[in-house]
């Protein structure tokens, strides 16, 4: 899939977000769309090399205080992408905003799958940014699928 085609298939999906169709959701020319969701955004980046949109979100900031404690969480919560519903977390370069991060294959992307992929940044950034923003750790729910034993993980050695 060449660069023309790839924007296509993703500005399609983008438009089928929306029923305002003059609001027009489309990629910039550096292939990149930013959502805003009260407050909180949400952004659908054309990854050419790769015919894959990244959908990412601020997923809060590492407290001062516990960080050691705090990236061990997120840690556990990427294993095998349980603890963050199949993203991936991370540090960004400046090392204290945490980013959730999701691929979505373009191949046959329908609106629907963009769109359940995007909610479900959004409702898990948000969740990360509070709990992180008001008791420096992770959300109970994530903690508990990141200290669980998930299925693939009994097939690690340790």
């Known amino acids: 899939m060449n660069e023309t085609e790839a924007r296509d298939v993703a500005n399609a999906a983008l438009a089928g977000l ?8 489309r990629l910039d020319d550096d292939g990149v769309c930013r959502l805003v969701f009260d407050g ?13 949109l990244v959908v990412w979100a601020p997923a809060g900031v590492l ?4 960080q050691a ?3 061990r969480q997120l840690m556990q ?7 963050a519903h199949g993203g ?3 540090l960004a370069p400046d090392g204290e905003t945490v980013i959730l991060a999701r691929r ?11 769109s359940f992929a995007v909610e479900q940044t959004l409702d898990d950034a948000t969740t990360f940014n509070k709990a992180l923003a008001f008791s420096g750790a992770l959300p ?7 200290g669980g034993s998930p299925a693939h993980a009994s097939m690690i050695r340790g």
């Open 77 to 83: 919560a990427n294993l095998f992408w349980g603890g």
């Open 63 to 66: 407290p001062a205080e516990g």
């Open 104 to 114: 979505v294959p373009l191949h046959g992307l329908q609106a629907s799958e963009l």
């Open 40 to 52: 909180t955004s949400v952004y659908v980046v054309l990854d050419i090399a790769s015919t894959d």
């Open 88 to 90: 991936t977390l991370s």
């Open 69 to 71: 404690e705090i990236l």
């Open 140 to 146: 109970a729910a994530a903690a508990q699928e990141a």
């Open 18 to 25: 929306t029923a305002d169709v003059a609001e027009g959701l």
